[in-house]
């Protein structure tokens, strides 16, 4: 089955840095997300991308944080001046655009401020 | 904005014994997912539900699609081990996000 795929897999950071996460999603996709999980709780969603624009963001989602796709494969999440209480597991995920809504998730990118 | 709950948080059985988790939306969905995240894994998706009271089986699990769109529910018939994990719904509404229930966390001892 096609995966997506997320680098690095753990991230530690002091806090105030800037950290870039990296996903490539499977290559036919056209909707790309980044989700949050906190330990122990739910799957929180941060933003979806499409047609090279954001197509909807959360409350969490504000000027700390910018995904881009800068070459067609790539999908990236930049977390500007990171905070403690950004630590969390970061999910990427992707889907074909289709009639299905199943989407298909990245093994995640844990990061740890510190 | 949307919130999609789950009861209950934390279920506990014996193999063999059933499980049902259930799920309720604030607003209509247009569509509603199940996944399953094994402790320390990422979401992997079961099913997809898209029509008014629909109910589809996979094997030991059935789910069901309430007839108002807003609710949905997933049964664990006969638990084995294999199924300890956390069983998320996700709902699309108007937009194209899911989101996520709140969680049901299975475990099952022999």
């Known amino acids: 089955e096609p995966e997506v795929t997320q680098t690095p897999s753990h991230q530690v950071t002091q806090m105030g840095q800037e950290v870039i996460l990296r996903c490539v999603p499977i290559?036919?996709?056209?909707?790309f997300y980044w989700y949050r999980q906190i330990l122990g709780q739910k799957v929180e969603f941060l933003v979806s991308?499409?047609?090279?624009?954001?197509?909807?963001k959360s409350e969490i989602f504000d000027d700390q944080f910018s995904v881009e796709r800068p070459d067609g494969s790539n999908f990236t999440l930049k977390i500007r001046s990171t905070k403690l209480e950004d630590s969390a597991m970061y999910f990427c995920?992707?889907?074909?655009?289709?009639?299905?809504?199943?989407?298909?998730f990245g093994q995640g990118t844990r990061l740890t401020v510190v | 904005g949307q919130q999609v709950m789950q009861i209950p948080q934390y279920q506990h059985v014996q193999e063999g014994e059933d499980f049902t988790t259930y799920c309720n939306s604030s607003?209509?969905?247009?569509?509603i997912q199940w996944y399953k995240q094994r402790p320390g894994g990422h979401p992997v998706f079961l099913i997809q539900?898209?029509?008014?009271?629909e109910v589809k089986k996979q094997k030991r699990l059935t789910f069901q699609f309430g007839e108002a769109k807003k609710n949905s529910s997933l049964h664990i018939t006969a638990t084995q081990t294999t199924d300890v994990g956390t069983y998320f719904c996700?709902?699309?509404?108007?937009?194209?996000?899911?989101?996520f229930g709140t969680g049901t966390r299975l475990q099952v001892t022999l």
């Open positions: 995920a992707s889907r074909t655009g289709q009639q299905s809504m199943r989407a298909f």
């Open positions: 539900l898209v029509k008014s009271g």
């Open positions: 991308f499409y047609n090279n624009e954001i197509s909807e």
């Open positions: 996700a709902g699309t509404g108007t937009a194209s996000k899911l989101t």
């Open positions: 607003t209509t969905l247009s569509n």
């Open positions: 290559s036919n996709h056209l909707y």
